[in-house]
C-alpha cells in the first residue's frame, strides 16, 4: 500500500513518514508532500518548520531535504528545489514570518512595533518590507519573502481595490503560506469567503466622534475624508449611519471626499469646504486624518473662525493631533494593538494542528480622545 492509499495519518505519523520519505528521495517540493500524505499545503509547511526547528531536516526553497547528501547528490545531478542560503543554529529553531505594509512612517510604525514586541515575545523573526501602495510592487515583495527568505507565514496589508488589487488578494488566497491581513478585510472566490484579517472597527470610532459632537448640542456635523485612504469608507459609513440614528441634518451638510493636503488643490477645496460650513450651519467637522485637520485649523484662524466656539474639529487617526493649537479631539485607532492581534492570529494558524480551523476575523476597536478643539 503507497502512502497516499492510506488515512490521513497523525501529526507526529505524518512527520515520520516525512523524513523517511525525504530521506528516500532528497528534496521534495511541499505540494508534492501535501498530495502524498493527504493534507494541505499548510499543514506541509506547519510540519517543514517544526522538523527543521528540530534539525532532522533542511527547509528548502519550496519545499524541504533531509540533513546530509541527498540521492541527487550522489549521482551527481543538480537537486531539484535548489536549497536557500544555510541558516544559522538559531535561525532553524524558529519560525520567520514576512511582513509587508504599504509606508514605514505614517500610521504603520506603530503596528510593526506591536508585531515585532508580540514576535519577539514568542521566539519569532521578522523580515519587513514596506511597498508604495502599488498592488506590483506588494506583490513583488510578498514573492521575494516566499521565494528567497522562505517564510512561514505572512502579515500584509494590501491594495485590494482596482484590477491589480483584486488580482492581488486571488493570489494571497492561493498563497503556500499561511496569510493574514491587517487593516484590510476581503472576501473572495465563488462563495466570498473571508480571508482572516485584523481590523480597526474605522465605522465605530467615526459614529463615536459623531456621538461625542452630538452630545455637545451639534446639530449639522459635516464630513471630509481623503480620496486615496482605504480607511475613508469606513470613516464616512460611520459617520452617517451615527448621524441618521441620532437624527441629525444631512441634507447640505458637509460631506467631501478630496485630495490630501499635500495637492496644490487642497487650499482650495478647504476654504469651499469652510464656506459651505458657514453657508448650511455646519458646527462641527469630522476630518481624515491629521494632516488635513491640522491644516483645516490653520485655515480657520487666518479666516477668524474659531475652534471650537464657531467649528469644531474632531480627527480621525491621532498621529500628531496633540500638537495643533489648540490640540484636536481624535480617534485613535489601536494600532500597537492590530499588530500584537494580527501576530497572533498568524502564529495560532501555523502551530494549530487542526487542518480545519476555522478562519478568524478580529475586530478591535479605537478610542476617542477628547482635547480642546471640540
Known sequence: ???????????????????????????????????????????????????????????????????????????????????????????????????????????????????????????????????????????????????????????????TTGDDGEELVRWLRQAPVPVVLIERAVATGPYREAMESVVSDHALGAAMAVRHLAALGHRRIGVITTLHSPTTPHVRHGWRQACQELGLELDGTPDITTVDQRDPEWIKVMDQALGSCLDTGTTALLVHSDPEAINLVERCQERGIRVPADLAVVTYDDEMAELCDPPLTAVRPPRRAIGRAAFSLLLARLTDQDPHRPTHRVVIEPRLIVRSSS
Open 1 to 159: 500500500m503507497t502512502v497516499s492509499d492510506s488515512p490521513t495519518p497523525m501529526p507526529d505519523e505524518r512527520r515520520t513518514q516525512m523524513v523517511e520519505l525525504l530521506r528516500r528521495r532528497g528534496p521534495v517540493r511541499a505540494t508534492d508532500l501535501a498530495d502524498e500524505l493527504d493534507v494541505s499545503v499548510i499543514t506541509i509547511r506547519r510540519d517543514i518548520a517544526f522538523l527543521a526547528s528540530q534539525g532532522l531536516i533542511r527547509r528548502v526553497r519550496g519545499g524541504a531535504m533531509p540533513h546530509g547528501d541527498t540521492p541527487a547528490e550522489q549521482s551527481g545531478k543538480e537537486a531539484s528545489p535548489q536549497p536557500v542560503a544555510e541558516e544559522s543554529a538559531g535561525d532553524r529553531q524558529r519560525l520567520t514570518i514576512g511582513m509587508v505594509v504599504p509606508s514605514l512612517d505614517y500610521y504603520w510604525p506603530e503596528v510593526i512595533r506591536g508585531v515585532r514586541e508580540a514576535a519577539a515575545a514568542a521566539g519569532v523573526r521578522v523580515v519587513l518590507r514596506g511597498a508604495t501602495y502599488q498592488a506590483a510592487d506588494e506583490r513583488r515583495q510578498l514573492s521575494g519573502l516566499m521565494e528567497l527568505v522562505g517564510v512561514n507565514g505572512l502579515l500584509v496589508a494590501p491594495t
